[in-house]
């Protein structure tokens, strides 16, 4: 059978979005086809704001690709006329030799990222939002701040269909059947031929990449947000976005007030409870609530002071905590993007580019190998 389309993307969430308008921008004949809505919020990529940030603690070699993010934010905007990535400033707080602050100061120092050390009075002074323990300091990157997930994925969904791309929502693919020349991608209610096929489905990879069962955990996340106390100004000029290391108790992010509801609180990876991504999120309950209301009682008592509304989110964990995004091995007309590990959506704008050239042109010139299966599950398995 001849192919139908040059790619299909399957999964049109974050990373999908992305990759079809990428794949559609130059000039390929694409379709992409999503089980939901867009920017639904039974995955990984709602609730108002992601944090993006330079210095990247988690491991230097992130940086060139962080760095290729902003600049494709950027055109994203541009072309949207919209602002998709907002500049406060995100402060990571603890102590000096904690993985958070030495981590991101060990990738500023390495990178050449400005950057700012605050003390305990110094931020106390800046950023009166912050309950600070003795000991404590504060890594301000200037250049941190947030991306709008909902805007992001509607805005490359816009631009995917204004270059021609066929979107196919409330439609689910149950099986893709890669051979020699292409690949059978069949839904729920129809079949298509691709000469490659994009799998980008985020929490369900394992389905239609088999070969990460084992791997990808896909658990469940829970945040809140906060109202501040009478007066007090939690707005991004008084208060920048954060990630504070709380050592063996894990670590916090949050966001100024960027919208109605106010603070936003999350603990990286809750309580890493398994999770089958088939079946809907157990709703937040008093567990959940009772974590976060303490971290917003003990750590921003004037910033977020009562609480609004909570809600669950997913994410798909490797054991490495790294990305995943390669040709899978022995299929080579099947590139995956998973599992992005709760830290993806900032790198969104950029693995939508690395997908689009590993089915169009067979590789990247972006640096890519921090996120190969050969380096995740060594040469032979995934
Ligand atoms: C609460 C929370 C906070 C986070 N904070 C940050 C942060 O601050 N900074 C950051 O960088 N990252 C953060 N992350 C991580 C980031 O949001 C995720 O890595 C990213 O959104 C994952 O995108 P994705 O495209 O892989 O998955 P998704 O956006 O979930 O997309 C997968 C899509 O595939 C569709 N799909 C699944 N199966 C099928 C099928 N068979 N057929 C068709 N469609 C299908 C789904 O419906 C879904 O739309 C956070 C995540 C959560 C949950």
Known sequence: MSAEFDVAVIGLGAMGSAAVSFAAARGAKAIGIEAHFPAHALSSSHGDSRLIRLGYFEDPSYVPLLKRAYHNWRSLEARLRAEILTVTGVLQIGASDSKIVSGTRASCDMHGLPHEILDRDAMKRRFPAFALEEGEIGLLDPQGGYVRPEAAIMGYLKLAAEDGAVLHFGERVVSIDPDETGVTVVSTTGRYRARKVIVATGAWIAELVPQLKAHAQPIRQVVAWYQPKDGFVAEPQRMPCFLRDEGDEGSYFGFPAIGVDGVKIGRHAHFREPIDPTLPNPPVNDTDTDLLDGFARKRLPDAASFRVRATTCRY?????????????????????????????????????EILADLALEGGSRLPTALFSFERHFGRQSA
């Open 316 to 352: 798909t964990m490797l054991p490495s905590e790294d990305f995943l995004i390669d040709t899978v091995p022995g299929q080579p007309n099947v590139v995956m993007s998973s599992a992005c590990s709760g830290h993806g959506f900032k790198f969104t704008s950029v693995v939508g």
